[in-house]
């Protein structure tokens, strides 16, 4: 009797989301609610059970020493930050904030370069020629290796603004372009066909789990 109850809760609000695709009402508003509520209660509790508690509260009873009392200073950033809703002293959540955003940027930055600079440039030195029992299948695999390595050069050449980009420079540029759109809309294509597998999701969902019609 459970399963079929909230069986029921899914399938309204499912058809409640949909019914914004005919215009917004008071149904798609009431389902969008719950949805950022459940949300933000969701990661309330996934920050308490898998950052605060094992962290600063277990990190507090289990370690000892300098470990021990280390964690007094993200406790305090902590309390700064809630600091944001009391308006006279609201100026202090800033320093929190300021240190958040600062570590935060370090650590992109270096998370960005390992993972995804780095082994983009590695993945550019290619073999011109690549060597196959079958000649074709060498020669479309070394194929796609010019057509990486060129598309990647034209691109640079795109984003080269230190000089007018007109003759060479300027068809090397336009090239450049060409391959951008392609990545751009491989890129469109490949979030389109997410949605689109949600889409399914939820369709496959209210035919069979809720109309049994499959």
Known sequence: MAQVFWTWVAAFLTLAIFSFLYKDNPFYKFA??????????FWLVYLWYFDIKPKLIDGW?????????????PAILSVFILLRFIRPIAWISRWAIAFTVGMAAGLGI??????FLVPQIQATFLPVWVPSHNFWHSLGLS?????????????????????????????????????????????????????ISLLIGRVYFLIHNWLHIV
């Open 61 to 73: 009873r289990m370690n000892t020493g300098l470990e021990k009392y280390i964690l007094i200073i």
């Open 32 to 41: 969008e609610h719950i949805y950022v509520g459940s949300s933000a209660a």
């Open 110 to 115: 270096t998370a960005n370069l390992q993972g």
């Open 143 to 195: 194929v796609n290796n010019w057509i990486l390595v060129i598309g990647t050069v034209v691109t640079i050449f795109y984003f080269y603004f230190s000089k007018e980009h007109k003759g060479t420079l300027g068809a090397l540029s336009r090239a450049g372009i060409v391959f951008i759109m392609i990545a751009f809309g491989a890129s469109f294509g490949y979030t389109v066909m997410a949605r």
